[in-house]
C-alpha cells in the first residue's frame, strides 16, 4: 500500500505493485507484472509471459511477450454498500450499486435522488460517515462528513458550498472538476388540450464564481413524449460579474397531450432554484 521508487528482480515468478506503483520497474524472466491501480513510471521485461498495467503508464518495454495488455479503468466491484450522514440539516441515506449506480435518499424532502462522478455512472464514494470530533477540519473543509473513495483510494471531505470537486490528480490539486446536476418538472395536458410556451423563466441564487478549468453553464431541455426524446432550448454560460440571475428561453412551440416534461441542467451556476415558470399568454 505504499510507494516503491524502484523494484528490481531476476527470475520472479511474480510481481506486483498495489495501490499505488513503483517509479520504474525492471524485471528479467518473469511470469507477471502487475503495476496495479496508479500506474509505474516506467517498466521494461524480457520473456515476459504475463504483463499488465491498469489505467496507464509512461513507458513500456517488452521483449519476447507472450501477452500484453494495458488497459484503463479500475477493478470490478459488483458489491452494494450502505452507509448515511448528515450534511446541510439533511439526513441522507445511500445505496451505492456497485458499478452500476448511486441511489441517495433525502429523508428531509422525502426523495430518491442519483449520484454520479464525472465520467462514470455511480458515485465516487464507496464509504463514508459524520466525523465526530472534527469541528476544525469540518470548519476548514465545509463540513464533518467524510467519505472513501475506492476509484482513486482517496478521503475527502464534502462541502455543501462547493460548487465543483477537487482534483484526485496530486501533480495538479488545485484543478476543479465539473458535474452536472438536473432537475425536472413537468406541465400536464389532457385530450385536445394545447396551449403556447411563449417564455420560460429561472429564478434562484447562482455561486457567482469564475471557474478555472471549466465554464458554468445552465441549460434547459424538454421532451414531448415524456422522456423519451429531449430537444435543448438553450445554453446560458455564466456571468459571474452581474447582479442579474433571472434565466430564460423563448418561444418554445405548443404542448399538447401528455403534455411537456422539463430538464433543467447546470454544471456549476446554480445554488438554488427558486421557480420555474411559463407564460403562455
Known amino acids: 500500500m505504499a510507494v516503491s521508487v524502484g523494484i528490481n528482480a531476476d527470475q520472479g515468478f511474480i510481481l506486483a505493485t498495489v495501490h499505488q506503483s513503483a517509479e520504474h520497474a525492471h524485471v528479467g524472466q518473469f511470469f507477471a507484472l502487475a503495476p496495479f491501480n496508479v500506474p509505474s513510471k516506467n517498466v521494461a521485461a524480457t520473456q515476459a509471459v504475463f504483463s499488465m498495467t491498469v489505467r496507464s503508464i509512461h513507458s513500456v518495454r517488452a521483449t519476447q511477450a507472450s501477452q500484453f495488455v494495458v488497459c484503463k479503468g479500475r477493478t470490478q466491484n459488483p458489491n452494494i454498500r450502505v452507509f448515511t450522514f448528515t450534511l446541510d440539516g439533511h439526513d441522507f441515506y445511500v445505496l451505492r450499486l456497485g458499478d452500476t449506480e448511486t441511489l441517495i435518499y433525502d429523508v428531509y424532502s422525502q426523495q430518491w435522488i442519483e449520484w454520479t462522478s464525472k465520467d462514470l455512472p455511480f458515485w465516487r464514494a464507496n464509504v463514508g460517515c459524520n466525523w465526530i470530533g472534527a469541528q476544525q477540519l469540518a470548519y476548514q473543509y465545509g463540513s ?110 405548443q404542448i399538447t397531450n401528455p403534455g411537456r416534461l422539463f430538464r433543467i441542467v447546470d454544471n456549476g451556476i446554480l445554488t438554488r432554484i427558486d421557480s420555474l415558470q411559463m407564460n403562455d399568454e
Open 144 to 253: 464533518d462528513v467524510v467519505v472513501g473513495d475506492d476509484v482513486w483510494g482517496l478521503l475527502y471531505f464534502l462541502s455543501p458550498e462547493q460548487p465543483y470537486d477537487d482534483s484526485p490528480d496530486y501533480l495538479n490539486p488545485a484543478q476543479q472538476l465539473e458535474f452536472e446536476r438536473i432537475v425536472m418538472g413537468q406541465i400536464m395536458a389532457n385530450g385536445r388540450e394545447a396551449f403556447p410556451c411563449y417564455v420560460m423563466f429561472l429564478s434562484g441564487d447562482n455561486y457567482g464564481f469564475s471557474a478555472n478549468d471549466f465554464t458554468p453553464f445552465v441549460r434547459l431541455d424538454y421532451s414531448d413524449d415524456q422522456g423519451q426524446n429531449f430537444d435543448s432550448a438553450d445554453t446560458i454560460t455564466a456571468q459571474p460579474d452581474t447582479d442579474d440571475f433571472d434565466y430564460r428561453w423563448y418561444s418554445l412551440g
